[in-house]
C-alpha cells in the first residue's frame, strides 16, 4: 500500500487574512535568552509611540518580562496571558484586551498561560493527523487511557500543517488591526515579543509578522542562534505572506571592544552566509540599496541600567531621563553634559544606543517614518 496521501489543513477565516494590513508587524525573535530582546522589544514599542503612533505591544514570551519592564506585574488585569492565549487560539481580535499604558502604547499582558498555545496546537496537529491516516486507510491504535499519544511516523518532509496551525496569530492580528482602523484610530505599529524556543508560538509568529529583527550577544552560542530565526523566517514564507529578516542586532559591546565587537560580525556574517537586507534609500522612494544584516548601531549592555529599569517598570529612556534630574538624557547628552552616577551613565547610553538601533531597524521599514533628530525636536517642545 502506498503511503497516505495528505491534505492541507483549512481554516474558512484563514483565506480572509489581509496580509496588506500586517505589514505594520515586527517580531522580536531569539533563540537563545539574556540577549536583551525583550528590551529591545518594549523600547522600540516605546520609541515608536512617542512620536505619536498609536503602538500595539503583543507579549507572548511566557516569561513575562514586559509587564515588569512596563511596571504591570501588579496590575488589576494582569492574568499573566489568559486572556490573550484564548484570543488567539480562536483568531479573535485582541484589541480589547490591550491596556494603554503609556501615551499611545497599548500593551497585550502575556506571562505563563500563553506557553498553553503550543500545547494545543500540537493536541490539535496530532489529531489531524490521525484522523487524516485513518481515512487514507491505516488503522490507526487507540492511546491507552489517561496517556498522551506517543505514536511518531516516518512522515514525509513535505508534510506540513502550517497553512492553519500557524495562522492563528495572524487571523488575531488582522481582525485587530481591522477593528482599529474601524474605530478610526488605526495602530502604525506592531511589536511582538517572541519566546525563544517555543516553536510553535514562533511559527504563528513568523505567519503573522512582516519583518522579524534578532538581538544577540558576540557569544557564538548567541550567534548560532540568529542563524535558526533566519531559517525559520526563509520556510515560513509562501505565496500569500512575506517575512524579511530586517536585521540583527548586536548587543554587549561597545567602542572599548572593538575586537570583540569585529569577531563577532564577522562570526554573524558567516553564519548567515553574508546575507543582505534590500533597504529602501532614506528621502528617495523607490530606490533601495543591499545592506548588511547586521545592523551598524550596537547596544552597550549595561547590566544594573536593565535590573533597575526592570525594577521600577521603566524603559530604559525614562530611566535616563529620570537619572538626568528629569531632564531629556539627549538634551544633556547633545550638551556634553556628564551623568549623575554608574547607573545614569550606563542608562544615558544605553538609551542613545537603542535610539540609534531604533532609527536605523524604522528606516528599513517601508513606508515608516522615523527620524532621531524628528523625535528629538517634537520631545523638546
Not at 92 to 116: F, H, K, M, Y
Not at 131 to 142: K, N, T
Not at 206 to 231: H, L, N, Y
Not at 262 to 286: C, N
Amino acid at each position: 500500500m502506498s503511503g497516505p496521501q495528505f491534505h492541507q489543513v483549512t481554516h474558512p477565516d484563514f483565506e480572509g487574512v489581509d496580509f496588506d494590513r500586517l505589514q505594520v508587524v515586527l517580531a522580536v525573535m531569539a533563540q537563545k535568552g539574556g540577549v536583551g530582546k525583550t528590551t529591545l522589544a518594549t523600547n522600540l514599542a516605546g520609541l515608536a509611540a512617542t512620536r505619536g503612533d498609536r503602538v500595539l505591544l503583543v507579549d507572548l514570551d511566557p516569561q513575562g518580562n514586559v509587564r515588569d519592564e512596563l511596571g504591570l506585574y501588579d496590575h488589576e488585569h494582569n492574568d499573566a496571558g489568559e486572556a490573550l492565549r484564548e484570543a488567539i487560539l480562536a483568531g479573535e481580535s485582541i484589541e480589547q484586551l490591550a491596556l494603554e499604558v503609556r501615551p499611545r502604547l497599548d500593551v497585550a499582558i502575556g506571562g505563563i498561560n500563553t506557553r498553553a498555545i503550543s500545547d494545543v496546537l500540537v493536541r490539535e496537529k496530532n489529531d489531524e493527523m490521525l484522523a487524516q491516516l485513518a481515512e487514507a486507510g491505516y488503522e490507526v491504535p487507540a492511546p491507552e487511557a489517561g496517556e498522551w499519544r506517543r505514536i511518531v511516523y516516518d512522515l514525509p518532509e513535505e508534510i506540513d500543517f502550517s497553512p492553519a496551525y500557524h495562522g492563528r496569530l495572524a487571523l488575531a492580528l488582522d481582525r485587530t488591526l481591522a477593528a482599529a482602523e474601524t474605530a478610526g484610530d488605526p495602530y502604525g505599529l506592531v511589536v511582538i515579543d517572541s519566546p525563544p524556543n517555543e516553536r510553535e508560538i514562533q511559527l504563528n509568529i513568523m505567519g503573522a509578522a512582516r519583518w522579524v529583527v534578532s538581538p544577540t550577544m558576540p557569544d557564538f552560542g548567541s550567534i548560532r542562534a540568529v542563524t535558526e530565526i533566519i531559517d525559520m523566517a526563509a520556510a515560513t514564507e509562501d505565496g500569500a505572506h512575506q517575512v524579511d529578516m530586517l536585521g540583527v542586532v548586536l548587543s554587549g559591546v561597545t567602542d572599548h571592544t572593538r575586537n570583540i565587537k569585529r569577531t563577532a560580525i564577522d562570526a554573524i556574517e558567516a553564519a548567515t552566509r553574508s546575507q543582505t537586507f534590500k533597504a529602501q534609500v532614506p528621502g528617495r522612494p523607490g530606490e533601495y540599496e543591499e545592506v548588511p544584516l547586521v545592523l551598524g548601531p550596537t547596544v552597550r549592555w549595561s547590566t544594573a541600567t536593565a535590573q533597575l529599569a526592570r525594577s521600577k517598570g521603566k524603559l530604559v529612556y525614562e530611566v535616563a531621563d529620570e537619572h538626568e534630574q528629569r531632564q531629556p538624557w539627549y538634551e544633556q547628552v547633545r550638551a556634553g553634559a556628564k551623568s549623575a552616577g554608574p547607573v545614569a551613565s550606563g542608562a544615558v547610553g544605553m538609551a542613545a544606543d537603542i535610539m540609534d538601533v531604533a532609527t536605523e531597524i524604522f528606516h528599513r521599514m517601508p513606508s515608516y517614518a522615523f527620524d532621531k533628530a524628528d523625535y528629538m525636536e517634537e520631545a523638546d517642545v
